[in-house]
């Protein structure tokens, strides 16, 4: 199963976090699961601890190299996903999160997100 991780989901799995459940663990840890996490989640994350919201136990790049050592590959921004942003309706703002709904549409793959803002637009939630 080919799955895009929210944001949340990613921070939560590299820090340990006890909020992602032993579901998520052994979903997370199966070799059927190819695991992604786009490009956004990084800006997201780099806006969000250059302004104080948000506070890392290492820093970023360490993320960013520690990807292989969870089994997770990284999705670049096509200009595909952009144009899906455009044919979204308007359940939700957050323009991260919007983006990684229109990535995920367009790949055919599902998200994998704690977040029930997500649960009206028509993507795929792995079921976590």
């Not at 960013?64 to 096509?78: E, V």
Request: hydrophobic residues 50%; neutral net charge.
């Amino acid at each position: 199963m080919d799955v895009l991780l929210d944001t949340h989901i990613l921070l939560w799995a590299w820090a340990d976090d006890a909020r992602l459940s032993k579901k998520a663990r052994a979903w997370m840890a199966s070799p059927d699961t190819r695991m992604r996490v786009s490009v956004v989640s990084f800006w997201e994350i780099a806006i969000k601890s250059s302004v104080g919201k948000l506070s890392l136990q290492a820093p970023l790049p360490e993320l960013a190299a520690s990807l292989p050592d969870f089994g997770i590959t990284l999705l670049g921004l096509k200009v595909e996903h952009a144009l899906k942003v455009a044919s979204l309706p308007f359940h939700h703002r957050d323009p991260f999160d919007r983006m990684l709904i229109a990535q995920a549409l367009h790949e055919g793959w599902r998200l994998a997100t704690m977040d029930n803002q997500f649960k009206p637009y028509d993507v795929p939630l792995a079921n976590l």
